[in-house]
């Protein structure tokens, strides 16, 4: 696709017409910062600015295929598994070509940005935002030193919460000020649902609560938690099921698990999906056991479908999730934490009249996290 049809739908005025903003991810598989990236891409694209999609891995992904079928020019460059020394020389040839203003990175890929820019000769505008607390952005003590060098020559570190920038200024010795904070956003239409409250807070006869993950199947989201979580309800006799949606390297671990704890028939692994609007719909209640976190889509995405969260209180979920007025927050490191979880999620349940205040107060959270006001201030950024 060429730029002069990618810009074609929408003619934009003021800063955006001068803008042109190269996004750089590491891949576009399923996951909180693909998502963030296919949310700002389509909005820059709709507010009539030049964007370009680069990810290092593969381009036949769902992600890939929204943000094509939005207009949006995805460009894969095939990195081979390791350090792989092609990825400047590829990315130097799309900068040059594509000419940004600014280049926004995510997950750990300045290594090969920052010296395609530099080969490049362009002078960008160069952003990186970090998706989780900084020590856990990449395993790797190597792309952190090269991270502090980016960050140190140039390249503005974003958060996504106060507690992400905490880290930041801890792990790369910065100042507060030199961080600037950007909440993720969402598409709050396309979560948007109709949950009758009112037939809730009259006290109608409740059937077991529908329990929601949206969550890669791997071991930072501690889904092995939420399946405890479901075995306490069990015990204390209480019937609730759980749908996890995703899949990751602990599916055949988890679905074991469940077998083991007496809970597999109450546990759907509904596997990777496409259109997650619909287990939102369908859902009443979601939860996440993350042992670290930035700040999650998934959470968004499901208050911005009036659902109330149970969640660990880690990076910045505290920042959106507010105990006892949108949902309810549990201590990761607790002895207790998956009793506490199951007592969280009967609590809210079990009383029409709190279930009906915590769905509406997460509406109200959720409309303060649109992609377009994300897009806004990265637009700032960005000039």
């Known amino acids: 696709m060429t730029d002069t049809q990618q810009d074609s739908p929408h003619r934009a005025t003021g800063p955006l017409a001068a803008m042109r903003v190269m996004l750089v991810t590491h891949g576009l598989g399923t996951g909180g910062a693909e998502m963030m990236v296919l949310n700002l891409a389509r909005e820059l694209h709709g507010s009539g600015c030049p964007v370009l999609v680069a990810c290092l891995g593969s381009g036949q992904t769902d992600i890939a295929d929204a943000l094509r079928a939005a207009g949006v020019r995805v460009e894969a460059l095939d990195k081979r598994p390791g350090p792989d020394p092609r990825m400047t020389a590829r990315l130097r040839r799309l900068i040059r070509a594509f000419r940004p203003t600014a280049i926004h990175t995510h997950q750990p890929v300045l290594e090969y940005v920052l010296p395609a820019v530099r080969l490049s000769g362009a002078h960008p505008r160069l952003i990186h935002t970090v998706h989780s607390v900084a020590s856990h952005e990449t395993r790797l003590p190597i792309l952190r030193r090269f991270n502090r060098y980016a960050f140190s020559h140039g390249v503005v570190p974003v958060a996504l919460g106060e507690e992400v920038r905490d880290s930041i200024c801890r792990e790369y010795r910065l100042a507060p000020e030199g961080v600037p904070l950007v909440r993720n956003g969402v598409d709050l239409g396309a979560f948007a649902c109709e949950r009758d409250l009112d037939a809730a807070e009259a006290g109608a006869e409740r059937r077991p609560p529908r329990l929601l993950c949206v969550a890669r199947l791997a071991s930072v989201k501690n889904h092995a938690l939420l399946l405890d979580a479901v075995a306490a309800l069990a015990r204390s006799r209480r019937d609730a099921t759980l749908t996890l949606v995703g899949d990751g390297p602990l599916a055949d671990d988890l679905a074991q698990r469940a077998r083991t704890l007496g809970i597999a028939e109450r546990v759907d692994f509904a596997?990777?999906?496409?259109?997650?609007?619909?287990?939102?719909?369908?859902?009443?209640?979601?939860?996440?056991?993350?042992?670290?976190?930035?700040?999650?889509?998934?959470?968004?995405?499901?208050?911005?479908?009036?659902?109330?969260?149970?969640?660990?209180?880690?990076?910045g979920v505290p920042s959106i999730v507010a105990d006892g007025v949108n949902g309810a927050l549990v201590n990761p490191r607790s002895a207790q934490a998956a009793q506490e979880i199951a007592a969280a999620v009967a609590r809210i349940w079990e009383n029409p009249e709190r279930y009906s205040r915590l769905s509406r107060a997460a509406l109200t959270t959720a409309k303060d996290y649109s992609a377009r006001a994300m897009m806004e201030a990265y637009r700032d950024l960005y000039c």
């Open 271 to 315: 596997g990777s999906q496409r259109d997650t609007a619909r287990f939102y719909a369908d859902a009443d209640l979601f939860v996440l056991a993350s042992e670290h976190e930035g700040l999650p889509m998934s959470v968004i995405e499901a208050m911005a479908a009036g659902l109330p969260v149970v969640a660990t209180a880690v990076g």
